[in-house]
Nanobody
């Protein structure tokens, strides 16, 4: 059973950096696509970044390209989201999500989050201006 636990959120000033972590148990025997999504109240969940656990492929949505970096540490079963040059519009609840790579529904298209099979509880990121 896949379980995802996020950490690392907090409050940061605009221009600052944060690193989020997602510890993923239950994915070691299969290839999964692990992704970060974010959501603000009243808006649909939007994709941020993702990668395939077998390595070699990362994706970024336009709003974070050049500022955010997704990476993984297989030994720690952890996926990281390094967020630099943060903006107030990055303020959101950030969620880690997983889906078997054979079922990957996409990342950046609105609505793709509905087809991810496993979710963490979320971690809040607040960027002050």
């Amino acid at each position: 059973q896949v379980q995802l636990v996020e950490s690392g959120g907090g409050v940061v000033q605009a221009g600052g950096s944060l690193r989020l972590s997602c510890t993923a148990s239950g994915v070691t025997n299969s290839t999964y696509y692990l992704a970060w999504f974010r959501q603000v109240p009243g808006k649909e969940r939007e994709g941020v970044a993702g990668l395939v656990t077998s390595g070699g492929l990362t994706d970024y949505c336009d709003s974070v390209k050049g500022r955010f970096t997704i990476s993984q540490d297989n030994a720690k079963q952890t996926v990281y989201l390094q967020m630099n040059s943060l903006k107030p519009e990055d303020t959101a609840m950030y969620y880690c999500a997983a889906v078997p790579s054979t079922m990957w529904p996409g990342l950046c298209r609105l609505g793709s989050s509905n087809r991810y099979t496993n979710w963490g509880q979320g971690t809040q990121v607040t960027v002050s201006s």
